[in-house]
């Protein structure tokens, strides 16, 4: 047995609507990129942002659909009676729920994985054993469940850094509010580190979370404005 329940019975479903605020704000992000991508092609970056962003969603999928599958079996057991430890773990037998979650994971870091790469280019690492390595400590991470939340924390360690060093350069308001909404999302895999420790750290974690992809909505919308004034601009 092993424990894949980690929120507190008072937040089961609270959860999955953040993770839906999450997916709709990365697809927003994905489809904007895709967008810029087809007005100027040679720009390969707007495309690699799609796909990371497109990962990054399909990853609260796969948690959101997983998620609700336990929440579901939650609830029955409570309905039928059975003692409430029942619900605080599943067994290896359950296989999509193994997958599901595993498929969490993957998709996320191989997101994070891709946005690492077009920031920091290390020359010297191949993107191929990168993703190995993701696929593997995301498999072993189903028996500790802090090194799924470590591997991303150091992948959005790096690439929040980035965002800082280009709004210090930049110093555009649109800059700051992306590193500020990456550094909370960075500061949420910090809780989720210490979920098995006590189930309120789940709770502030998916809150933190929360607001840095609301703060990412903000950005988008900050950018998107400004582009539509600039296109205004240009016609008069």
């Known amino acids: 047995m092993f424990r894949l329940v980690y929120s507190p019975t008072w937040f089961y479903g609270k959860d999955l609507l953040i993770d839906v605020v999450s997916v709709v704000v990365l697809l ?5 990129s895709v967008k810029y991508y087809k007005l100027n092609k040679r720009n390969k970056n707007y495309l690699y942002l799609a796909i990371a962003f497109t990962l990054m969603a399909a990853s609260f999928l796969f948690k959101i659909l997983t998620n609700f599958s336990i929440y579901y079996i939650v609830l029955e057991t409570k309905t039928f009676g059975f003692i409430t430890l029942v619900y605080k773990s ?4 359950n296989l999509p729920l193994i997958i599901g979650f ?5 998709t ?3 997101g994070l994985l891709l946005l690492y790469k077009m920031y920091v280019k290390p020359e010297n690492t191949s993107f191929a054993i990168l993703a190995y390595l993701i696929l593997v400590s995301s498999y072993f991470s189903r028996h500790a469940y802090y090194m799924f939340h470590l591997t991303a924390l150091i992948f959005l360690c790096i690439i929040t850094f980035h965002y800082w060093k280009n709004y210090k350069r930049l110093r555009k308001p649109s800059n700051k509010w992306l590193a500020y909404s990456f550094a909370l999302i960075t500061l949420s895999q910090v809780f989720f580190v210490f979920v098995r420790i006590n189930e309120l750290f789940y709770v502030t974690a998916e809150l933190v979370q929360l607001t840095g992809y609301a703060g990412l909505l903000i950005t988008l919308i900050k950018v998107l404005k400004k582009g539509k004034n600039g296109e205004k ?4």
Do not use: D, N
């Open 108 to 110: 996320m870091l191989l």
């Open 28 to 32: 927003l992000i994905a489809f904007t």
């Open 90 to 93: 599943v067994r290896y037998s």
């Open 102 to 106: 595993l498929m969490y994971r993957v």
């Open 233 to 236: 601009a240009r016609k008069k």
